[in-house]
């Protein structure tokens, strides 16, 4: 405290109930520092004690008198303060509890810093620092993380620890920071409303070489595998919707991608982007070699639960019953949030033969997808992905589809979810 009535008191007549204290060691060098600090300035804050002289706030600055070899210090006794100030201890002594989640011990400490603040309008984080034994660095993530917890954050609130809400907060600024500087560079466009123009009807390999329009942050690639599917009567491509699906079509695509990447990609983007385990080497090698992105050799992992999928040879062989994305980073941006590389879910299959499903997808896009997530699917067949992105806060979402009939559907699906979304 700083105001009121203090008593200068024989130091060795206050006692510290072990019983009673809540804090479990005290590093010397912090009690070096804090000595330091009330050697130079004094002691700024009284410690408080009860009537018996029993320690009820201020351990360690006792501990740093006593370093100093003071044989008196200054006290306030609990019955003379006003409830203002005990709440202020109260706060206090609450930051320094061990049994508390971590969620109430930055929000004290926010608490804390404010009560003080409202006490004292030149109070500043630097003395909450002092006051309640903690770095002024850790102070100030701590009151970050609670203004967060305010906000109603789920994804900050639902943490498991102090540290990964900390890391969540402080992607999304890095994120937001790198969206910033892409607003100042990129040749702006009207915003994307209608859903034709959320799914335009064109084939990647003519729209990307004229592109001119915003840059993307998320690429989510599904171009057909290069592997005959179309081909496979396991696929019932001629039931679910079939398009060609060469290698040449599928080296073709690749190619107008890698060259093609820096006019439709900002300069911190990630890249998820399946492929066929039939051609991981050759994917991998053209992805790193031809486009800017830092590809992770371990893919994402899509499991069929359903047990769905293609047995190449019943006779001598498995069936195999996932699918496999690459994960592409450019730039230094940040993920939402770390997600596990695998995910079982069954199948669907409507117009298309080869939807990826919305679960699979939202899974996934919670390590890209957040309102600065401006998204780009050049194959979006039905439209599975524009949906999943839009279901996490995408700010913008474009998808191409060169076949009518898949685009059409794609539109009339995006149509409902949005009717539902607005409704809700």
């Known amino acids: 405290m700083t105001s009121g009535r203090f008593h200068s008191v024989d130091i060795t007549a206050i006692t510290v109930d072990r019983a009673l204290r809540q804090r479990r060691e005290i590093k010397d060098s912090y009690i070096n520092n804090l000595a330091y600090s009330i050697n130079k300035r004094g002691l700024i804050h009284p ?30 006794y609990t019955d003379e303060l006003s409830p203002h100030d005990l709440r202020a201890i109260e706060l206090e002594e609450n ?69 990964t809400a900390l890391g969540v907060i402080n992607r999304r600024e890095h994120r937001q920071a790198a969206l910033d500087t892409e607003n100042f560079e990129r040749i702006e466009r009207p915003e994307i409303n209608t859903i034709s ?22 690429l989510h690639i599904d171009f057909p595998y290069g592997i005959n599917a179309d081909k496979h009567v396991q696929g019932a491509a001629d039931t679910h919707g079939g398009y060609s699906d060469t ?54 992992v899509w499991l069929k639960s359903d047990n769905s999928g293609i047995i190449p040879d019943p006779q001598r062989g498995p069936r195999r019953i996932y699918e496999t994305a690459f994960f592409g980073s450019r730039g230094d941006r940040p993920v939402v949030r770390c997600k596990s590389n695998a995910y079982a879910a069954p199948t669907v299959r409507d117009i298309h033969m080869s939807i990826k499903p919305e679960p699979v997808l939202r899974y996934f896009f919670e390590m890209f997808v957040d309102e600065t997530t401006s998204m780009l699917d050049p194959t979006c067949g ?30 009339l699906e995006l149509a409902k979810f949005r009717r539902l979304r607005s409704a809700s």
């Open 47 to 76: 410690i408080v004690v009860s009537n018996e002289h029993v320690l009820v706030a201020g351990e360690c600055r006792l501990a740093a008198c006593k370093h100093l070899g003071w044989t008196h210090i200054n006290v306030q």
């Open 95 to 163: 930051i320094k509890r061990m049994d508390l989640t971590w969620q109430e011990n930055s929000t004290a400490v926010l608490e804390y810093h404010e009560h003080r603040l409202a006490e004292d309008p030149t109070w500043t984080q630097a003395k909450t620092s002092d006051a309640i034994g903690l770095v002024e660095s850790v102070v100030s993530s701590q009151m970050k993380v609670a203004r967060e917890l305010r906000k109603g954050d789920d994804l900050v609130s639902s943490a498991s620890m102090y540290s």
């Open 197 to 218: 123009d959320s799914i335009l009807i064109t084939s990647f390999l003519e729209w990307a070489p004229q592109y001119s329009g915003q840059r993307f942050n998320f």
């Open 247 to 300: 290698f040449d079509n599928y080296h073709e695509l690749l190619h107008c991608l890698c060259s093609n990447v820096l006019r439709i990609t900002q300069e911190s983007s990630h890249l998820m982007f399946w492929f066929s385990m039939q051609h991981y080497q050759f994917t991998f090698d053209y992805l790193s070699n031809n486009s800017p992105f830092l590809i992770d050799p371990i893919p994402l």
């Open 382 to 411: 039905s439209g599975s992905s524009l949906r999943a992105a839009e279901s996490l806060g995408a700010s913008l979402v474009q998808g191409l589809e060169i076949n009518e009939s898949f685009a059409e559907g794609a539109r």
